[in-house]
C-alpha cells in the first residue's frame, strides 16, 4: 500500500488533471493517500522526491513514491536549438524506513522565477525566454 505519491514533471499531459492520482490508481492502491502533482519546470522530480522524504521522515507516511518523469521532446518545437538533446525519461524512487538499500541524507533547494523556458497556457511548444531558442 503507497502511502503517499508525488509525481514532478514540467511536461504533464493534462491542464488540470492529477496525473499522479491516475498513477495511484494504476498501481492499485487506495484512495487514502497523499498524492499530487508537482511542476517546478527542472527541478520537478527533486521537488517530489524532497516531499515525499519529508512526509515519511516526519512520520506522516510510513513510505512514499517518488517520481520525475518528463517529455520534452513532446514540447519542443521543430528547428529549435534544444531539439537535438531534448528527450524523455523517467525514475521513479519508493522511500521509506524498512528495507532500506540506500539512506537519504538530506537535500537542498534554491527557488527563483527564472524565466529561461517557458510553456504558456495552452501552448505546445516549450519558449526560451533568453533567444536561445526558435520562435516557433
Same mark, same amino acid.
Given at each position: 500500500?503507497?502511502?503517499?505519491?508525488?509525481?514532478?514533471?514540467?511536461?504533464?499531459?493534462?491542464?488540470?488533471?492529477?496525473?499522479?492520482? =491516475? $498513477?495511484?490508481? !494504476?498501481?492499485?492502491?487506495?484512495?487514502?493517500?497523499? *498524492?499530487?502533482? =508537482?511542476?517546478?519546470?527542472?527541478?520537478?522530480?527533486?521537488?517530489?522526491?524532497? /516531499?515525499?522524504?519529508?512526509? =515519511?521522515? %516526519?512520520? !506522516?507516511?510510513?513510505?512514499?513514491?517518488? $517520481?520525475?518523469?518528463?517529455? /520534452?521532446?513532446?514540447?519542443?518545437?521543430?528547428?529549435?536549438?534544444? @531539439?537535438?538533446?531534448?528527450?524523455?525519461?523517467?525514475?521513479?524512487?519508493?522511500?521509506?524506513? &524498512?528495507?532500506? $538499500?540506500? @539512506?537519504?541524507?538530506?537535500?537542498?533547494? *534554491?527557488?527563483? &522565477? =527564472?524565466?529561461?523556458? /517557458?510553456?504558456?497556457?495552452? @501552448?505546445?511548444? /516549450?519558449?526560451?525566454? !533568453?533567444?536561445?531558442? %526558435?520562435?516557433?
Amino acid at each position: 500500500q503507497i502511502e503517499a505519491l508525488y509525481l514532478g514533471t514540467c511536461t504533464n499531459p493534462y491542464e488540470s488533471r492529477a496525473s499522479a492520482a =491516475v $498513477i495511484l490508481e !494504476m498501481l492499485g492502491s487506495g484512495y487514502d493517500a497523499f *498524492c499530487a502533482d =508537482v511542476q517546478f519546470a527542472g527541478k520537478s522530480g527533486t521537488s517530489a522526491l524532497q /516531499i515525499g522524504h519529508a512526509l =515519511v521522515a %516526519s512520520g !506522516m507516511a510510513r513510505n512514499a513514491l517518488a $517520481i520525475g518523469a518528463d517529455t /520534452i521532446n513532446r514540447n519542443t518545437a521543430p528547428g529549435d536549438l534544444t @531539439e537535438a538533446y531534448a528527450g524523455a525519461g523517467a525514475a521513479a524512487l519508493l522511500l521509506g524506513r &524498512d528495507n532500506l $538499500i540506500a @539512506e537519504f541524507d538530506g537535500s537542498f533547494s *534554491c527557488a527563483a &522565477d =527564472v524565466a529561461d523556458n /517557458i510553456r504558456p497556457q495552452g @501552448e505546445r511548444y /516549450i519558449r526560451s525566454g !533568453m533567444g536561445l531558442g %526558435s520562435d516557433k
